[in-house]
C-alpha cells in the first residue's frame, strides 16, 4: 500500500491533480465526495493495472459538466473509438480551455490513432518511472 501510495502521489504531477486515490479509497468515499476516473494505470512494479481517480470536496457546476463529458469520453477512450473520445475531450477544452486532462487524454489519442495499442489494451497506461 505504500509503494502504490507513492506511485499516485507521483501521479499527480502526470494527471495534474493535487489528489489521486486508488479505486480501493473511491469505493470508500464515493457516496460522500464526487470522484472521477482519471485512468486505468499498471505503476512500475506491478502487473496489474490499477484504476486511479481525482476527488473533490464538492463540483461546482462547470465542474459537474466537465465531470460529465469526461466520463462520456473515457468511455469512447476505453472502447478504442479515439476519433470521437478526441471530439469529446475536445468539448472539454470548448468549456474549459486550459483543462490539462482533457489535453493529455487528446494527445494520448492521437498517438493510439497513429499507433493503435495492442488488441489486449483495456484502458490502462503503463508507466515507466516511479
Given at each position: 500500500?505504500?509503494?502504490?501510495?507513492?506511485?499516485?502521489?507521483?501521479?499527480?504531477?502526470?494527471?495534474?491533480?493535487?489528489?489521486?486515490?486508488?479505486?480501493?479509497?473511491?469505493?470508500?468515499?464515493?457516496?460522500?465526495?464526487?470522484?472521477?476516473?482519471?485512468?486505468?494505470?499498471?505503476?512500475?512494479?506491478?502487473?496489474?493495472?490499477?484504476?486511479?481517480?481525482?476527488?473533490?470536496?464538492?463540483?461546482d457546476a462547470q465542474q459537474k459538466l466537465i465531470?460529465?463529458?469526461?466520463?462520456?469520453?473515457?468511455?469512447?477512450?476505453?472502447?478504442?473509438?479515439?476519433?470521437?473520445?478526441?471530439?469529446?475531450?475536445?468539448?472539454?477544452?470548448?468549456?474549459?480551455?486550459?483543462?490539462?486532462?482533457?489535453?493529455?487524454?487528446?494527445?494520448?489519442?492521437?498517438?493510439?490513432?497513429?499507433?493503435?495499442?495492442?488488441?489486449?489494451?483495456?484502458?490502462?497506461?503503463?508507466?515507466?518511472?516511479?
Amino acid at each position: 500500500m505504500v509503494n502504490l501510495a507513492s506511485r499516485l502521489e507521483g501521479l499527480t504531477k502526470v494527471y495534474h491533480e493535487p489528489i489521486i486515490i486508488s479505486e480501493s479509497v473511491q469505493r470508500k468515499i464515493s457516496a460522500i465526495y464526487p470522484c472521477r476516473l482519471l485512468n486505468r494505470v499498471v505503476v512500475k512494479g506491478k502487473s496489474a493495472p490499477v484504476k486511479i481517480y481525482n476527488v473533490k470536496k464538492s463540483l461546482d457546476a462547470q465542474q459537474k459538466l466537465i465531470w460529465q463529458q469526461h466520463e462520456k469520453a473515457m468511455e469512447l477512450y476505453i472502447a478504442r473509438d479515439f476519433e470521437g473520445a478526441v471530439n469529446g475531450f475536445q468539448e472539454i477544452l470548448d468549456t474549459k480551455a486550459n483543462d490539462a486532462l482533457a489535453k493529455l487524454y487528446i494527445r494520448r489519442c492521437r498517438e493510439y490513432l497513429e499507433n493503435p495499442p495492442p488488441d489486449s489494451w483495456q484502458g490502462e497506461f503503463v508507466l515507466r518511472s516511479k
